[in-house]
């Protein structure tokens, strides 16, 4: 029934409807409107959730729970359960020393926490041991994103300053890992003439830094968050650029998380930047708004 569900979502999310988005600038290159459908309206948030100082920093943030969000943030090595219900933490986990973390995903009971050269640390909350597993990705590369692909089974990790061994010339990189066989995978080579199609102009390239990613769980498309530039990317699931997202900057501070529900309801995180880290709400509009 589940592959059944997210077949016919993936249908209609594709189909030749037009997207009414009135989300901040929504560019294509030759100035008309995308014919992908995006069903959210990024001006609009359902809830804004200013978040405790503990996560001031917010880095990453994944689906834990009804109601429950999973957070980590990029000094400390610890996660935070979030109650989006009550408004607060309600439950903290320590799983390594201080250090650079800036993702985190949930697949069934097992936590993934990603530190920024690539590492992973996988624990289950309220379990002291904590393992850590290289993934040996090619050269030093600064790594922020990180998503559980349905379609692949793997692990995503989305670069956000990539050696030279991983991209040529100005490419950006995605890798996928395999948690069964441990090797890693080049799943995305991301290149600027792709982005061109979507309304890269000038700078647009250069700014655009990856800091997280997510899956749709119900339609496989892609979604690449650039703090840096204030971007959202949309992938369709076979890799094609299908969307460009312009980000407020005054709504988005700084954003650093993104992350569904399995409904496809969207949250994405905003480090504090000197004031309180916050995480909007996005529902998906429903078939008589767009």
Not at 65 to 92: M, R
Not at 148 to 153: L, R, S, W
Request: charged share 30%; hydrophobic share 35%.
């Amino acid at each position: 029934m589940a592959i059944v569900t997210r077949v016919l979502a993936s249908l209609f999310l594709l189909s030749g409807i037009l997207s009414c988005d009135p989300s901040a600038k929504d560019e294509k290159g030759d100035g008309t409107t995308s014919k992908a459908v995006f069903v959210y309206d990024l001006t609009q948030p359902a809830e804004t959730y200013i978040l405790p100082k503990e996560l001031k920093e917010i880095s990453g943030v994944a689906y834990f729970g009804e109601n429950q969000l999973i957070c980590v943030q990029d000094e400390k090595g610890e996660v935070f359960v979030y109650d989006v219900s009550q408004q607060k933490i309600t439950q903290q986990h320590r799983f390594g020393p201080d250090d650079d973390y800036e993702g985190i995903e949930k697949i069934d009971d097992e936590i993934y926490v990603l530190r920024s050269d690539g590492t992973l640390f996988n624990f289950k909350l309220g379990n002291k041991e904590t393992r850590e597993i290289a993934t040996t990705l090619p050269g030093k590369n600064d790594v922020e994103g990180l998503t559980y692909d349905f379609a692949t089974k793997r692990l995503w990790l989305a670069v956000k300053e990539a050696s030279k061994k991983a991209a040529k010339d100005n490419d950006k990189v995605i890798f996928s890992f395999d948690l069964k066989s441990r090797r890693v995978f080049t799943e995305r080579e991301l290149k600027e003439k792709q982005f061109q199609q979507v309304g890269f102009k000038g700078k647009d390239w250069q700014d655009f830094k990856p800091s997280d990613i997510a899956s749709h769980p119900q339609t496989g498309e892609l979604f690449l968050l650039s703090s840096a530039g204030h971007r959202l990317v949309i992938f369709s699931p076979q890799g094609v650029a299908i969307k460009n997202i312009a980000l407020d900057p005054k709504q988005f501070r700084q954003p650093e998380g993104i992350c569904f529900t399995p409904d496809g309801t969207l949250y994405i995180s905003s480090e504090g930047d000197g004031k309180e880290g916050y995480i909007l709400k996005f529902n998906p509009l429903s078939e008589k708004t767009l």
